[in-house]
């Protein structure tokens, strides 16, 4: 099992330009989440998906898009990238529930210049 | 709203010292708490969770729901220890709330 993986693992932009980060997972759970890590803030949540077809933005969704394709992948969308959102990217997928552990991607490391 | 405060973004021990993380969460109703770590140039990974009781490590937390706590103890640090943890509490709309983190440094 590769668990979750996420592509790419970096990644340049120009401000303005649009890109996906891709994200799949192989165990077969229900929810995923998209969270942005940067120094001094900590995790913060994007967006989320709790099931296949369902998505609820988090606690910073303002730029982000996303599409939970099927119940393995769960896409972010930038569609203006801007500086603000440079940052380190990670995905992870859980079984579901309040009590369910989160299983992390390695992370794309975004720089918007 | 929930919230988890780490009050301490550093935290340096020297190898065979006690270790405390202090994490204190607001949240209404009955919250489950979480302990994630992330290892140099490896990716975030649950250490512990507060409904599990267990100790992973050498490393235990309690729940103290008088005090809204959840602080990560271990008796005696070791280098390999070092690292980046992250308390995180997740309520009833199931979304995992992070602090933001407190690195810890064991020195030899």
């Known amino acids: 099992n590769a668990g979750v993986t996420q592509t790419p693992k970096f990644q340049v932009l120009k401000t303005g330009q649009s890109m996906t980060l891709q994200c799949a997972q192989d165990m077969n759970h229900n929810s995923m989440y998209w969270y942005r890590q940067d120094p001094g803030m900590g995790l913060r949540l994007i967006y989320y998906?709790?099931?296949?077809?369902?998505?609820d933005k988090g606690e910073v969704p303002n730029g982000y898009n996303v599409s939970r394709l099927n119940k393995r992948e769960f896409s972010l969308r930038l569609e203006s990238a801007a500086p603000s959102q440079t940052s380190v990217y990670f995905c992870?997928?859980?079984?579901?529930?309040?009590?369910?552990?989160?299983?992390f991607g390695n992370g794309t490391r975004l720089t918007v210049t | 709203a929930q919230r988890v405060t780490q009050p301490e973004k550093l935290l340096s021990v020297f190898k065979g010292a006690p270790v405390e993380l202090k994490c204190n969460y607001s949240?209404?109703?009955?919250?489950?708490l979480f302990w994630y770590v992330q290892y140099s140039r490896q990716r975030l990974q649950l250490l512990l969770r507060h409904i599990s009781r267990e100790s992973i490590k050498g490393f235990t937390a309690d729940l103290n729901k008088g005090e809204t706590s959840f602080h990560l103890k271990k008796p005696f640090a070791q280098e390999e220890d070092s690292a980046m943890y992250y308390c995180?509490?997740?309520?009833?709309?199931?979304?995992?709330?992070f602090g933001k983190g407190t690195l810890l440094t064991v020195n030899p």
């Open positions: 995180a509490l997740t309520g009833s709309n199931y979304k995992l709330t």
């Open positions: 949240y209404s109703g009955s919250p489950e």
């Open positions: 998906s709790a099931s296949e077809g369902t998505t």
């Open positions: 992870a997928s859980s079984e579901g529930g309040s009590n369910s552990p989160l299983h």
